[in-house]
């Protein structure tokens, strides 16, 4: 999985400008979830707009590999920089940039591959309220591909390395 995430932190490094150019601003933070939007007090201090990524993953044996199906879920956080959207408020235009906000988010995930998943599929996207804010939960299915074999003998074999494992440590062999 680092693969994947990976991928997210440079595809919306890159993207900084699709944010700006709206007139919003770039993701600050982004991180694994743990809980983060629901219980900040107990988390180091992350900066808005953020995202914090969970994932899930149900393996199936194929021979000697494992592949997996996955849900990938995205949590965009924006709460800090924007104002409230409610018909009232004098910031209404402010309020609606969350959703140029998800928007964004939503083109910068979709499709996107890496070298041992498929492309992300965009499956629910929901509002999640935690009492302290409310953000939004974007969701993707994809399948992951574990690049590694481990047979019998103790060896993991991936494509194009064998690798011996050694008082826990990974030596290539060539």
Avoid at 32 to 52: D, I, N, S, V, W
Avoid at 123 to 150: A, C, M, R, W
Wanted: net charge negative.
């Amino acid at each position: 999985m680092d693969v994947l995430l990976k991928k997210i932190y440079d595809v919306f490094a890159a993207n900084t400008a699709l944010f700006t150019d709206l007139n919003v601003a770039p993701v600050k933070t982004i991180d694994l979830y743990r809980g983060q939007p629901a219980t900040p007090e107990q988390f180091e201090y992350f900066e808005t707009p953020a995202l914090f990524i969970d994932y899930s993953l149900d393996w199936k044996r194929v021979g000697k590999t494992w592949d997996a199906s996955g849900t990938l879920d995205v949590h965009v956080v924006t709460d800090n920089p924007f104002h409230d959207t409610g018909n009232i408020f004098t910031s209404l235009d402010e309020g609606l940039k969350k959703t140029f906000y998800y928007t964004i988010a939503r083109k910068l995930l979709d499709n996107l591959e890496s070298d041992n998943t498929s492309k992300l599929v965009r499956s629910t996207e929901q509002p999640v309220d935690t009492g302290v804010s409310v953000y939004h939960k974007l969701s993707y299915t994809f399948n992951y591909y574990d690049p590694v074999v481990i047979d019998k003998n103790a060896q993991i074999l991936t494509d194009d390395v064998n690798v011996s494992v050694t008082d826990n440590d990974l030596i290539k062999l060539i």
